[in-house]
Structure formats: structure tokens, C-alpha cells
């Protein structure tokens, strides 16, 4: 789960990592009473969105197309600028190399007080998955893409690995620190910004902290400047704050669903839905669909163990896709039963009616059963033995209708 | 000799008065496990009958393991609880046995609770760790056999394919494919799709090399990570057995958590295009579809002289 820059840095501000001033703004007149209450002469005006590479997007007007503005994150020098630039900023849809071409409307605005920059660094806190521990990135290439600097100059970023036994000792952020070349007061301010960074991912079970750039001021502050926040949402049951802090705006709104009712859905682009039960399995379905010339419209892994209930919302969501042209179900039967599969599937189509085709594979417990219960029904579907076998009878029904 | 468990293997179900943990008991001893108790904190004394057999329940895992000499457990326990169930086991079957596996199925485990408790089981080199979010290990028998998870029993039979993979439903698929050509499994271990786990691809592989039984490896991954990569570099090195693999996610969208939490592509690290070619520079069979997997399999047996 991620939270927007405004909200990280407010966490950051209670922990007492230093953040600058700022205010959060829904309106223009927020944005121009947010600049007459900073009292700094230079703010920042910044588009709040769950997605990267704010500064060098692009926004559109959301009606007509038209752009409007370069760059999501802007310099205003006077309260005019403020007002212009949160125009063209608030409303908008703001395009970045993370949105996807479809872009993000920008609801959220965040006017910061501006600071001297002697130096920018980068700063990440992460959970390396092959060392089993919390990794602490730094570089002094800050404003840089990350993954740019591991690759050309891997020497200039510097790591960490905490101990979960021992946890951040005060050696490590001393020589982490010194990497990045700080001396005297800078150093110690690392030094204890880095502590409260680090007990800041582990009591709010971050799944990460990534501070582009981390900044040295000209009187030796470090200050993070930017903050991307991302929770581990396994940890969800002891947080549960969480929910007064997450822009459902931000989310899609199947995916939402999908996950209040115990199911796993990322929509795709493509026009072939699909139901299978395990992660695993959905994927290879997906794969196996693209493998045999078709594209996927979903990932959608009803669980171990779904009853009719969640297989008929599962169905449901697959079917206000307007994208999709067919139905491609896969299941293998290990908890799952086959059977439960076959009845949510009717009750789902009489329900809502079914208009594209729809191949049903069953494997493994009570297949037998689960299909005697569809061949005994009125649907027309087409069944499968092999997900191969599956996902070449989707793609070949559906380009037979183009 | 399959790995890690056999057919007398004595297991323990931690979290056995769950509904979770009941129906997984039956299921397991049905199969033809030799679940030997169980553990639920407070509900010490109490007497499940489970599949026309009376099971014990204990307060603690030392209790346990002392009353039942059990060889390994299986974790039922919801993901708050789960990772200091998983610490509870490795400490009592370190300080008792000194060895022990313990297979934790709980899915939706925060990832630093594993953090915490995949470092406390490292310190125990005794004790090895299956999971979470996994379906767990099964050495199939000649009657019966050992099952320790949620896998569907029926559909194994035993013989020389080893099978590991980080998706339960795509194991299954794979144990069907190895039927598919009349060839049964030695053991099949799913390590899980958390982003920290116990047991890796690299431990299962040297198993499986090291196991008489085995003959044959199916290896599954998924995106997200560099355990498929750091594992096929592994391989070319130390297996002499033929391996087939195949890898789910070549079509997810970078950035987006497909269903497990580790299966996510970040900073375009962890494709599946990229697992596929270090399983090619390794040598090993790669199937692009799970449906062909056994077809792949039965080539790389008679390659191998083994068909």
C-alpha cells in the first residue's frame, strides 16, 4: 500500500526526521493561503500522486486531451506562479513514466517551503528478499534515477545490512555516513536522522522508504526533500490506521473490491479474463494465453478453498471488464473443489447473463463432478483437459468473432 | 531416500484446533501421515478424533516433542501468531533433538516478522524451514506416504521426479505433467512466494542431487527476486541431474504485486525473461507452457539415458 509524499512526510515530522514546511492543499486557495502562511519567499508546488517521476511528467487536460504543463513538480518564485501553477496542476491528469499512458488526475497538492541545497543524496530503506534482512541504500547521487546509478556507477552507492537481532547499530550509520563523504554536522545529522528513518520502517512495517533526494542544506542540515512511502500490507492487522491514510482515489476500484472479498485481481490490457485459483497458476495462465497468440485482461486468483460466493464475484468482475471478449477458467483442484467452481459459475451467468464464450478447464479434486454439473446445465462452454489445450480454444473463439 | 521427510516421518500440527488445522490433520492422516499430536496453547489434554484416530493435543512444542519424539510440525497458525510459532518449533526441536523441519503454511505472514524469524532459525543449523505461504513437502510411499501440508494427496505417486516450486496450484500442475508421462515423485517442496522465506531452490537442488531416489528435478519460479538466477548458476556448477524449468509471470506488468507478495517485478529486476535465460545458461530444459512440462521431462530422461 502507498501513501502520498504529504502523508510520508508527516510521519517523517513526528519521528523528528527533518522535513521542511509544508501544507497540504485540495484547492487554489489553499495552495495561496498555504504560500502566504509558509512565509518563504521560494515554494515548491507539488503534484501529489502514488506514482514516480512527478518532475518530468507531463499534464493534460482530462477533457480535452490538450497538455497544459511540463513537469508535475514546479518552482514558484511569487504567489503568481503559485496560482498558475496549481491550475494547472489541480484537475489535471498528470502523465509519468510510472503511470502508463493513461495518467493519474491530480486531487492532491503539497506547497513546500523552499531551502538552500548544498548537496543532494539518495537514501532508501528496503527489505532485501535475498539476504533476509533490512537493507539500507545511500548514495550521493540524489535526484538520479536509482536503478541508473546501480548500473553505471555502482560504486557510489553505498549499503547496509541490519541485523534483526542487534538492529541499527550506531557504527553502521557512522560509516554510512562517511561514505557519503559528510563531516561535523552533517554526519551527526545523518547520524540521528538515519536512527528515526530506520525505526520509522520497522514501526510502521514499511515495505519501503525511498527519500530522492535526501538533501544537505548550506548550514549542514540533512533534510529529506521527498518521501515515497510503501506499507507491507500482511501487516495490515496491526495498523489499523492505515485506513484513515489510504487514497482509495488512488487505487483501482476492482482491485479494491476484489480484495475485500478475499480475491487477488490486477487488471490488464488485454481481452481475455481469466479465474484461476493460486497465484502461481493465474500467472502461467496468463503466460500460457499470450504463448498462443491471446492477451490477458486480468490476474485473478480466487484463493484456496473459494466458496460459490467468491467465485461468482470473481465472475462478476471479470464481466464489467467491457474489455473482455471471453473467459478462459483454470482450476486445479488441490482445497479447492471443482464442483464449488461449477456452481458459482452458473449461478454467476444467470445472474448476469453471459454473451462471450467461455472455456472451463477443471484438474484435479472432484473435477468429474464439477464438470457433470456444467454439461448437465444449459451454458454453452467449451472445455479443456490442458491449460494449453485451455487457452487455444479462447484465443482461437475469440479472433473467430473478429 | 527422498528428502528431508520420509514415509515414518512423526509430524506435530501446530495450530490443530483451528478449522485450518483440523481439516489438514484429517486430510493428512487419511493420506497416511504419521501425525503423531498437536499443538494449541491452552487446549493441552484435549483428544481430537481425526480419520478413525485419536490425536493428542499439547500446550507447548517442547512438551510436545518430548512426549512424542516428533520429527517435524506443520504451522496452521494466523499470520499474527504465525512467525513465533515458527520460532517455538526450531527452538524446541534444537534444544531436544537438535534437528527438526518445520513447514509453515500460513499465508499473509508481515514480511519483517519473517525477517526476525528466518534469522532466528539460521542460528539453529538443525532445524530447516519450509515456507510460508506454501504448500508444503510430500514424500509420496508405496502406501500412503508422508504428506505435510495442503497439497491434494491423490494426485501423487511415488518415484524419481523431484519437484520444487514457489506456486502451490503450478505444483500440482507439474506432478500432473510428471504422471502425464507414467513417472511418479521422490519429493515435491513448495518453498512459498513470501519475499523471505526458510528453504531455497539452492538447498532443494543439492537434496535432490544428493538423493538416490531422485533422478530427475522439475524446478518451477516465479518474477520477483534472483533465487531463480543465483539457483541456475547453482546448478550448472553442482547438478549432474537432468532439470526442467518453467517460470510464471512473463506477461505481469512491472510494479504490481501479482497475488504473492513476493511476486513483483521492481526496477526491472526479477522478469521472467531474465529467469529463462539464466535457466538456458545453465543447461537446463526449459518448458514455455506448464502443459508441456512433462513432454519436456520425458526428453531430458531419454537425453540423459534415463528412458
Known amino acids: 500500500m502507498n501513501i502520498h509524499e504529504y502523508q510520508g512526510k508527516s510521519m517523517f515530522r513526528e519521528a523528528g526526521v527533518n522535513v521542511l514546511d509544508g501544507v497540504h492543499c485540495t484547492s487554489i486557495e489553499d495552495a495561496l493561503s498555504a504560500y502566504d502562511s509558509l512565509g518563504s519567499k521560494v515554494v515548491a508546488v507539488k503534484s501529489q500522486i502514488h506514482a514516480g517521476g512527478r518532475g518530468k511528467g507531463t499534464l493534460y487536460s482530462p477533457e480535452s486531451g490538450e497538455k497544459v504543463m511540463v513537469g508535475g513538480v514546479k518552482i514558484a518564485h511569487s504567489r503568481e506562479d503559485v496560482e498558475l501553477y496549481s491550475r494547472n496542476i489541480l484537475g489535471n491528469k498528470l502523465v509519468t513514466i510510472q503511470t502508463g499512458e493513461d495518467g493519474k488526475i491530480v486531487n492532491n497538492l503539497y506547497v513546500e517551503a523552499g531551502c538552500a541545497i548544498a548537496h543532494e543524496y539518495y537514501l532508501a530503506i528496503l527489505v532485501d528478499r535475498e539476504a533476509k534482512a533490512v537493507l539500507i541504500m545511500a548514495s550521493t547521487e540524489g535526484g538520479m534515477d536509482i536503478e541508473e546509478v546501480a548500473e553505471n556507477t555502482p560504486e557510489a552507492l553505498h549499503k547496509v545490512w541490519v541485523d534483526p537481532a542487534a538492529g541499527l547499530l550506531g557504527f553502521q550509520k557512522r560509516n554510512?555516513?562517511?561514505?557519503?563523504?559528510?563531516?561535523?554536522?552533517?554526519?551527526?545529522?545523518?547520524?540521528?536522522?538515519?536512527?528515526?528513518?530506520?525505526?520509522?520502517?520497522?514501526?510502521?512495517?514499511?515495505?519501503?522508504?525511498?527519500?530522492?533526494?535526501?538533501?544537505?542544506?548550506?548550514?549542514?542540515?540533512?533534510?529529506?526533500?521527498?518521501?515515497?512511502?510503501?506499507?507491507?500490507e500482511n501487516a495490515s492487522f496491526r495498523h489499523k490506521e492505515w485506513e484513515d491514510i489510504r487514497d482509495l482515489g488512488e487505487e483501482d476500484d476492482a482491485e479494491v473490491r476484489a480484495k475485500e472479498l478475499g480475491l487477488s485481481y490486477v487488471k490488464l490490457d488485454g481481452d481475455i479474463g481469466c479465474l484461476v485459483n493460486g497465484a502461481g497458476l493465474a500467472m502461467a495462465t496468463m503466460d500460457v494465453i499470450q504463448l498462443y497468440g491471446g492477451e490477458p485482461a486480468n490476474f485473478l486468483d480466487i484463493g484456496g478453498g473459494a466458496g460459490e460466493d467468491t467465485v461468482n464475484a470473481a465472475f462478476e468482475i471479470i464481466l464489467e471488464d467491457p474489455n473482455v471478449k471471453g473467459i478462459l477458467v483454470n482450476i486445479f483442484g488441490g482445497i479447492q473443489r471443482c464442483d464449488i467452481v461449477a456452481k458459482g459459475i452458473l449461478a454467476s451467468v444467470e445472474k448476469m447473463g453471459l454473451e462471450v464464450p467461455l472455456v472451463i478447464r477443471l484438474s484435479g479434486t472432484n473435477y468429474k463432478e464439477g464438470r457433470a454439473i456444467i454439461d448437465a446445465s444449459d451454458l454453452q462452454t467449451y472445455s479443456a483437459k490442458t491449460l494449453a489445450e485451455g487457452a487455444k480454444k479462447i484465443v482461437g473463439l475469440i479472433g473467430g468473432e473478429q | 531416500m527422498p528428502i528431508w521427510i520420509n514415509e515414518h516421518s512423526k509430524v506435530l500440527v501446530q495450530g490443530i484446533t483451528g478449522s485450518q488445522g483440523t481439516f489438514h490433520a484429517t486430510k493428512m492422516i487419511e493420506y497416511g501421515t504419521d501425525i503423531v499430536g498437536g499443538v494449541t496453547p491452552g487446549k493441552g489434554g484435549l483428544l481430537l478424533d481425526m480419520a478413525e484416530k485419536s490425536v493428542s493435543v499439547y500446550d507447548s512444542m517442547f512438551e510436545a516433542i518430548q512426549e512424542t519424539d516428533a520429527d517435524a510440525s506443520v504451522i496452521y497458525v494466523p499470520p499474527p501468531f504465525a512467525a513465533e510459532a515458527i520460532m517455538e518449533a526450531a527452538d524446541a526441536f534444537d534444544q531436544i533433538k537438535g534437528e527438526g523441519v518445520v513447514v509453515c503454511i500460513t499465508e499473509g505472514i508481515p514480511t519483517l516478522d519473517m525477517v526476525k524469524a528466518v534469522a532466528y532459525v539460521d542460528q539453529r543449523p538443525g532445524i530447516r524451514l519450509i515456507g510460508p505461504n506454501c504448500p508444503g513437502i510430500i514424500t509420496p510411499g508405496k502406501d500412503g506416504g508422508c504428506k505435510i501440508g495442503i497439497m491434494p494427496g491423490h494426485i501423487h505417486k511415488k518415484g524419481r521426479i523431484g519437484i520444487v516450486s514457489k506456486s502451490?496450484?503450478?505444483?500440482?500442475?507439474?506432478?500432473?505433467?510428471?504422471?502425464?508421462?507414467?513417472?511418479?515423485?521422490?519429493?515435491?517442496?513448495?518453498?512459498?512466494?513470501?519475499?523471505?522465506?526458510?528453504?531455497?531452490?539452492?538447498?532443494?537442488?543439492?537434496?535432490?542431487?544428493?538423493?538416490?531416489?531422485?533422478?530427475?528435478?522439475?524446478?518451477?519460479?516465479?518474477?520477483?527476486?534472483?533465487?531463480?538466477?543465483?539457483?541456475?548458476?547453482w546448478a550448472a556448477e553442482n547438478v549432474t541431474k537432468p532439470i526442467v524449468g518453467f517460470v510464471a509471470g512473463a506477461t505481469a506488468p512491472p510494479g504490481k504485486r501479482m497475488g504473492h507478495a513476493g511476486a513483483i517485478i521492481s526496477g526491472g529486476k526479477g522478469t521472467a525473461a531474465e529467469k529463462f535465460a539464466a535457466f538456458k545458461l545453465a543447461g537446463i530444459h526449459i518448458a514455455n507452457d506448464p502443459s508441456e512440462i512433462g513432454a519436456v521431462l520425458a526428453v531430458a530422461l531419454k537425453e540423459a539415458g534415463l528412458l
Do not use: H, W
Not at chain 1, 542544506?217 to 510503501?230: G, H, N, Q, T, Y
Not at chain 2, 522465506?197 to 516465479?222: K, R, S
Open chain 1, 176 to 232: 554510512l555516513g562517511m561514505d557519503l563523504g559528510l563531516s561535523g554536522a552533517a554526519l551527526k545529522s545523518f547520524f540521528g536522522i538515519l536512527g528515526k528513518l530506520y525505526d520509522v520502517f520497522v514501526m510502521n512495517d514499511c515495505a519501503m522508504i525511498e527519500i530522492n533526494p535526501l538533501v544537505r542544506s548550506e548550514d549542514d542540515e540533512i533534510i529529506a526533500l521527498d518521501a515515497k512511502v510503501s506499507f507491507d
Open chain 2, 168 to 233: 502451490g496450484t503450478l505444483t500440482y500442475e507439474a506432478v500432473a505433467q510428471t504422471m502425464s508421462i507414467g513417472e511418479g515423485q521422490s519429493t515435491c517442496i513448495g518453498i512459498g512466494g513470501d519475499p523471505v522465506n526458510g528453504t531455497g531452490f539452492i538447498d532443494c537442488l543439492a537434496g535432490f542431487q544428493a538423493d538416490l531416489q531422485t533422478e530427475a528435478i522439475v524446478m518451477i519460479g516465479e518474477i520477483g527476486g534472483t533465487a531463480e538466477e543465483d539457483a541456475a548458476a
